[in-house]
């Protein structure tokens, strides 16, 4: 947060990820701190759309972080409910234990997801070290 508040001058709360990372929790965590969007407050879930750090780098990956980031861009810009729906069933989605051997990075998005009832938006997706990492929005 240093880098996008160099002054440090706003206030910050971290939230942690429950241990059993189950996402339906996460995203009801996340529809739970809905309302401080209404104060103002920003709600912001760091992690990766892939995370696999023993395939960053291997050729083969590319296609299969492509059909997981397609699958995840769906979901992410799916209506509230749909949306709920399709990331408590993550895990079932082309190619997530390759994207995602542990979802700990996967996860915030959840949280952040949850804490908006409009659909979220596909903000960027660029290709690091062979695979594809997006970055989505919710109003």
Not at 84 to 94: F, I, M, R
Request: proline share 6%; net charge negative; no cysteine.
């Amino acid at each position: 947060m240093k880098v996008a508040f160099p002054d440090a001058d706003i206030p910050l709360v971290e939230m942690s990820i429950e241990a059993g990372y189950d996402p339906a929790l996460h995203v009801r965590a996340g529809e739970a701190i809905a309302a401080l969007r209404d104060e103002g407050v920003l709600i912001i879930g760091s992690g990766m759309s892939f995370h696999n750090l023993r395939a960053f780098g291997d050729p083969r990956v590319e296609q299969p972080s492509r059909l997981f980031d397609a699958w995840l861009t769906q979901a992410a810009t799916a209506d509230h409910a749909e949306r709920a729906a399709l990331l408590a069933d993550w895990a079932d989605a082309p190619y997530a234990r390759l994207s995602h051997p542990r979802e700990d990075h996967l996860i915030p998005l959840m949280v952040a997801a949850g804490a908006s009832a409009s659909p979220g938006r596909h903000d960027y997706e660029e290709l690091v070290m062979g695979s594809v990492i997006s970055g989505y929005s919710f109003a």
